[in-house]
C-alpha cells in the first residue's frame, strides 16, 4: 500500500497573462491523478530574483496530497508547464509558467532531475510568504521552520499579497 505524502509546490509566472496562467496551473495541479489539492495560498506579487529588466512575478504554492513519487508527480508538473505553452527566455528571467517541487513530505531527495527540499527555499520570499501563509510550522529539512526562515529574511526580501476578489478558495 503506497502511503500518501503532501507535496509542497510552488507556481509562478511572469509573462503571458501571469495571474491567469498561474490560477490555471492550479486548478491543473488539483486535478492530478492520485492526488488531491489540500491547500492553496493567496497570489503573490514579488520583484524578479534574475535580470531586473522584466515584469514581477505572479507567485503561489499549493499544497497537494498525493500517492505518487516524487519523480513521477515532477513528471507531471513539466507536463502541464509544457500544455501551458512554458516559455523560458533566460535563466531566472521571464517564464510563462514555472512550477517547482519544493517539498515532499519530510523527504530529502538528490537526483540529477530533482532536489528535495528544493534548494532555494531559505532565501525566496516568494516561496516562503505563502507557505507561511499555509502553514508557518512545516519544517524544511536542514534549514528549521518555515517562520523561522523567514524571520531570517532581509528586510528588503517581500512579496505581497494580490487583493483579487476572483481569488477565493
Known amino acids: ?23 490555471r496551473a492550479l486548478d491543473a495541479l488539483a486535478g492530478l491523478p492520485s492526488s488531491r489539492l489540500l491547500q492553496r495560498s493567496s497570489l503573490y506579487r514579488s520583484a524578479p530574483m ?68 528544493h534548494p532555494g527555499i531559505p532565501d525566496r520570499a516568494f516561496v516562503l510568504y505563502p507557505l507561511a501563509e499555509l502553514d508557518p510550522t512545516i519544517m524544511v529539512p536542514g534549514h528549521g521552520r518555515v517562520s523561522e526562515l523567514l524571520d531570517r529574511l532581509p528586510a528588503s526580501s517581500t512579496a505581497s499579497i494580490i487583493n483579487n476578489p476572483e481569488w477565493q478558495v
Request: proline content about 7%; overall charge negative.
Open 50 to 117: 534574475g535580470p531586473q529588466d522584466q515584469p514581477d512575478f505572479i507567485n503561489a504554492v499549493v499544497a497537494v496530497e498525493t500517492t505518487l513519487e516524487p519523480l513521477e508527480l515532477l513528471h507531471l508538473m513539466q507536463d502541464i508547464e509544457r500544455r501551458s505553452g512554458r516559455r523560458k527566455l533566460r535563466h531566472w528571467g521571464e517564464r510563462s509558467l514555472d512550477l517547482d517541487m519544493l517539498l515532499f513530505g519530510g523527504k530529502t531527495l538528490r537526483h540529477p532531475r530533482l532536489v528535495l527540499p
Open 1 to 23: 500500500m503506497t502511503v500518501a505524502e503532501t507535496a509542497w509546490i510552488g507556481v509562478g509566472s511572469n509573462i503571458d497573462g501571469p495571474v491567469s496562467q498561474v490560477l
